[in-house]
């Protein structure tokens, strides 16, 4: 066997595996069509280089797997979560805020006060996580519990604290994939972006 043979061999079975995740009514439709795109990817005439390509067919297995995934996100739908789970999740976030805050502490005793390096340090760091939060914030699509600007006050004076719980119990994750609510149902048979 050749080395095209085993590197397509390897992502047939990467796109396999990866339309087991998908729906039942777009699973067979999907492989066949990834699977098809193969040889047109190892036989490219306008890569010269074959492990180019073998890289590339590679690369295109492990995009059809984020795809596979995307595409079983955005089919379940935005996960609902119970009081138990929004309970168990603001404990989470709580405790997360303590160990920073005594992991804070820690290094500020550990290091003489006139050294500013680990206050500058956890200044990068807390401002690094309030943009992380505000930036999360501004791609999802709702929250819950208090309106969005809410969250982002909250987020931005109450570092790490409003970040931590945000992300632990004000963030909705909606679907993230190429479809989402009717729209996937009507166009199930299309081509993938």
Known sequence: MTAGGIVQRIAVYLIRRACRHLP???????????TSELPAILHDPAARFVPLRFARALFFAADAGRS?????RAARGPVILTR????LRL????SIYLSVVALTIALIT??????????????VAGAGFVTLCLTSLARTAQVRFLPKWG???FCAVSVPLGGII????GRVRAPS???SGQARHADASGPLP
């Open 84 to 87: 138990a789970a929004l309970i």
């Open 24 to 34: 039942d009514d777009i699973r067979d439709e999907r492989c066949r069509e990834w």
């Open 68 to 72: 596979a995934r995307s595409l079983r």
């Open 151 to 153: 969250w982002a006050v």
């Open 91 to 94: 404990i989470a976030g709580v």
């Open 110 to 123: 550990l290091f003489h006060p006139h050294n500013a390096w680990p206050l500058a340090l956890l200044f």
């Open 166 to 169: 945000y992300l632990s119990i």
């Open 177 to 179: 994939g190429p479809w």
